[in-house]
Structures are given as C-alpha cells and as structure tokens.
C-alpha cells in the first residue's frame, strides 16, 4: 500500500490566503476597507501576543485588524454595549471576541449578542443553527476547516460514510452537522460508544476531535480512508521535550490511510485561513 | 418474541397537559397569565381551522391564545414590525408565526426576528444552535417529541445506538442534534447512504424520518429496538380509502421492536404538548 498524501494545511491555508488577497484587492477598488474589529477583555501576556499574531495574519491578506482593548474588569454591560456599538456601526463588518472572557462574565451571552452577519467565528448559536436548517451561513472555524480539508481531498463527501470521533460542542458536533449538511452518511461516536473500533473501520472519512493521544492507530483505519486529525495535545516525548501532537497516530496511519492532515501543520492554519475567509465573505455580503 | 409495547403519543402528551395545567395553575397563582402569541397572515380555512384547534388545546391546559391575524397581502416589512412589537412587550411570553407565509415573504427572516426566549416552536436558528453548542434552550417541537418518546420507555440513550432515517431541516437533522446532545452514538442517514439495512439493524433505536411508506420493515428492526414514526404519508389503502400511515410496516414491526411508535397517535399529538409545554417553560423562565 502506497504511503497517504498528505493534507498540509499549511499549504492549503497559503492558497486560501491568495484567493482571499485577490477578493480584498477588488472590494478596495470598489473603495470598501476590510475589517476585523477583534475586542479583547484583560488578557495575560499570551492573549495579547495571540492578538498580535492575528493582526499580522489579517494584515497579510489586506485585512484591517481593529483591538478593542478593554479593563479585565469590564463589566457585563460594558462589553454588551461594546458589541451593540459594533454590530450597529456599519463601518464594522466582521467581528470577534478573544475568549476566555473573565468570571462572572457570561462569555455565551456576549456571544449571543454578535450580529448573525458580522459573527466571522460563527460563536453566535444563529451561525450552526442556520447550517442545521439547510441555510446558508457564516460557519464555526474549526469545522470549516475540518470541511475544506476533505474537500480538499476530492473525495466526494455525498454518500461517503464520515464516522466523527468525540462530540464536543466546539468541534464534533459542528462538524458533524457540517457532514450532514454535505450529505455524508455521519457517524457521531462518544466515550460512551460501543464498538467504537468497528465504526471507525468502516468509515471512509474519520474526523478526530479526541484530545487523546495515539487514539486513532492503524488498526482502525480502512484502507484510503481520508482522516482528519482535530486533537490539539501537549506530550512529553521520549526525548524528554514537550511537544503538540493530534489524536492520530501518524506515522502508523500514514500507511493504511488515503489521505491524512498532520498535527502541527493540519486543521490549526486552516482554522485561521477559515476566520480571514469568513471575514471577506462578510465585507461582501455587507456591501 | 412478545409483541412491542406501544409508544401511545395521546396518552403521553394527557400525561404531559396534566403537568402542565398544574404548572400553569401555579403561575396563575403568582399572577402570571400564560398565553401563546399566534401571527397567522392571510391563511385558507384549513389554517384558520388549525389555529382553532390550536387554541382548543392550549385552552386545555389554560393557557390562553392571542391569534394575530394579518391580511394575507401584509409586507415583510409589516410582519417584521408585529414580531418586533411582539418580542418587545413584556406581556408577551412566547410567540409562533404559523407557516406557511404567504409568497413573496421571506419566511426565513421572520423566524430569525422571533426573541430566542418567546420562541416556543424552536424556529429561530439560536435554538437549535444552542443544543449544538450545549446549552439550555427552546427545542424545536416535533425533535423534543421524538426525544420524549424515546425517554418515556425507560431505555438508556447514552452509549446507545440511535440510527436516524432522513436528515431533513425539520425533523431529521435536529432529532441528530438532540440525541448526539443526549450521548448517543448517533448515525444520521440520507437517501445516498449505503448499505442503509446494516446499519438500521444495528439500531437500539431507530428514527424514520423519511416520507415513505413501509421503509421500515421487519426485517430492519433489531429485536427489542426502540422503533419511533416520524412519518405522515397520505396512502390510498387497499379499500380504495385515503389514511395517513407513517414510514413504518407497523403491524409487521411491532413483532420485533421492543418499543414502537404508531402514526397516527405518536409523534403527532406529542409534538402539540411540547408546544404547549415551551409555552409554560417560557413563561417560568420569564417570570
């Protein structure tokens, strides 16, 4: 058996961007300024660099990065009016809130809040439930990327079996929705799955969104089946050094499947790719 | 084998307006009148004699119905403006626009207007999308009744296998929702699945969703499963006489099921208690 391809999200996030420089390129020439008006609530060291990383990935694209800075005392009100202000700002397209948000705010109900049409990480519960009633919307991230990844591949989705592996209410679900929508024949397994190894062998795209190292081995993989690894986990390797792997066991799977996406380099850069996209699609719907 | 135990949708939904008509009781109370805020635009006699019906039961369990009537030739911009008046007052505790619109409106956009808490038929998109995303919510009615019907014979549907047949907007894809919610292994089905008998016989509970009659044979159904109708085909039998039959071959079925569902007198009469049942829990929760 020929060794898989692989899914290099690095490289499908690269083509995504060109695409998306392009369609920046043509909203300006039509004089409209692509935003992401980002608010940040306190934050720590981390959170701010993350921003700043964004705002470089936005600035890539010719995306304008907005930080709405505010106290890590910000009360409930404080930032529901922030986010009223920007949703009724037409000058603000696409827009998003840094989570975690600090206790006692309640981050669901901030989300709630965000327009429908400006809500670019599909955090509003409207976006996901848009896609389970067959409209047209502004998708979650992750299962967009998740989506894009096996699209990506060729391998028609319509009939094919999609067997998702966890059922988090950030990844497993949406995705799972996201398959049905596509007509996929979708599988949702959990920790309370029985002959969870028989459903995963059938499955002619397995999608992992685990947290569980080594979960998805080689065994459990049909020949070709396109595999999806979601897991985000920090290890200490045998070396003795920390470092990120998926929930598949790659280089065991590598042999069995058809096509399989890495962790680093997989669904991360395509989840970004997925925000820059989503925030072009809302400036053109906008305007 | 002995024969099914009926999944008895009337006799359920007594069960559930008998609670009712004490919650509703204990609202009164406190001063708290519970009412449904029915739009109705335009609309034939069958609709007006639905509304009927429909404040006949709601009547039942004393809550009282306000039936908004607008001329069948009312602008979106109109309809807009009632919902909005609507979601504004405070007397007002849960609010359904009865479908269909009358054409060019956008029926869509209506629901989406609908406040997430008054939004006792689940249409507005945050609902559903809340269950994705975990969270509490106004379910979607005719899903909340498939549910209740699959609680009510005291089978576990964590870790159990659900099949759902037919991912419609309506009924198939929220059914998926709630049961992958619930901790199912949920295995969701459309018209290209393939090899669609395996995985049905591998159901400890089996949803038909599908439109067709006598999908569901014996020959499908796993001894002992949980077998609920969510069909209504409208069939000329054999006499020459036109009735409503589900997607299931029931007298053949109700030989190997452990639990089965009958149309009519299953998941129709239900779903109409969980309307009313919103209904309480909107005013609860407002109040």
């Known amino acids: 058996m020929a060794e898989a391809t692989i899914i290099d999200g690095r490289a499908l996030a690269a083509t995504v961007k060109d695409a998306l420089t ?22 720590d060291q981390g959170a701010h660099l993350y921003a700043k990383n964004q705002a470089k990935a936005c600035s890539a694209v010719g995306i304008e990065y907005m930080l709405h800075e505010m106290s890590e005392n910000a009360s409930q009100a404080e930032i529901t009016n922030t986010i009223l202000e920007l949703n009724e700002n ?3 397209t696409a827009i998003m809130v840094h989570m975690p948000l600090p206790s006692p705010v309640d981050a669901s109900a901030i989300q709630m809040l965000i327009a429908v049409a400006k809500d670019v990480e599909g955090v509003n519960p409207a976006n996901i439930g848009n896609i389970v009633f067959g ?3 502004l998708v979650p991230c992750t299962a967009l990327a998740v989506l894009e990844m096996i699209e990506s591949t060729g391998v028609e989705i319509r009939g094919s079996r999609a067997v998702c592996v966890g059922a988090s209410t950030i990844v497993g679900k949406p995705v799972a929705v996201l398959l049905m929508q596509a007509e996929a024949t979708v599988i949702s397994t959990n920790i309370h799955t029985k002959n969870c190894d028989d459903l995963m062998r059938s499955a002619d795209i397995l999608v992992s969104a685990a947290g569980v190292p080594k979960l998805i081995t080689a065994d459990v993989v049909k020949d070709g089946a396109v595999v999806i ?12 050094k920390k470092r990120t792997v998926g929930d598949v066991d790659f280089s065991a799977v590598k042999n069995t499947a058809g096509y399989i996406s890495p962790v680093p380099g997989g669904v991360g850069p395509m989840t970004v790719a997925m925000l820059l996209r989503n925030t072009v699609q809302a400036a053109e719907t906008t305007n």
Not at 24 to 39: E, F, P, S, T, Y
Request: no cysteine; glycine share 16%.
């Open 22 to 43: 392009e369609r920046v390129h043509q909203l300006q020439a039509k004089g409209i300024n692509v935003r992401l008006d980002a608010v940040l609530v306190g934050g």
């Open 90 to 92: 037409n000058n603000v």
């Open 135 to 137: 409209r047209r919307s």
């Open 229 to 240: 690894d979601v897991g985000i986990n920090r290890i200490v390797g045998d070396d003795g």
